[in-house]
């Protein structure tokens, strides 16, 4: 999520970076919801000062043995404004929060500008590309005909795109998470951390799932709270750090 303090400072360079991203900021929107904040907020401070006034007041009138029944009704009417106001500045802060967290990152200056993924511009290069004596094959074509990747029993067991491995195939599948895990943790200075694979949604806020990503999570409703089955080891990961 972007820095409150720069959309309320800066909203409109905000906007035309987001514009390089094609995406399109409603800063109108976005300034009368603030302006209503601010003012609301000045409001609700000043009433509870009123308010607090009023209530010292019930003390002294007390002592001076004053009726004090008029006093405790301002009190009371104080309370029920301030309620009131509460609940309108949450909804406005509520749907401040839901078009910030729908704000995509700034682009980078250095960012060149380019409506598709053929403006991309090649930063370096490392190594050549390998060359090979035969015709490399794709994984399906070396896995499928041996039987060590059925995707049809996949599809009946899930649906498709999904894959069932077996055999030197499930082995490889493991060797390569074990090479992984091994090589990192012990060479590379990481540390192997197991994190659950359900996670609450504020943990999805955090590393910006939610609400973009909303309709492609898989939600678990439950009794107190509803949880969500991670995308990847990223979500509890980063919010962890």
Known sequence: MLDPKLLRTDIDQVAAQLARRGVSLDTAR?????????????????????????????????????????????????????????AELDGIQHALREIVLGIPNLPDASVPDGADESANRLERRWGDPRTFDFEPKDHVDLGVPPGWIDFDAASKLTAARFAVLSGPMARLHRALIQFMLDLHSAEHGYTE?????????????????????????????????????????????????
Do not use: C, H, W
């Open 193 to 241: 951390t197991y994190v659950p694979y359900l996670v609450n949604a504020d943990s999805l806020r955090g590393t910006g799932q939610l609400p973009k990503f909303e309709e492609d999570l898989f939600r678990v409703p439950g009794p107190e709270r509803d949880f969500y089955l991670i995308p990847t080891a990223e979500v509890p990961v980063t919010n962890l750090v």
């Open 30 to 86: 976005m300034n009368d919801l603030e302006g209503r904040r601010k003012a609301l907020q000045g409001e609700v401070q000043e009433l509870q000062n009123q308010r607090n006034v009023k209530s010292k007041l019930i003390g002294k009138a007390k002592a001076a043995g004053e009726d004090i029944e008029p006093i405790k009704a301002e009190v009371a009417a104080f309370a029920d404004r301030l309620k009131a106001m509460d």
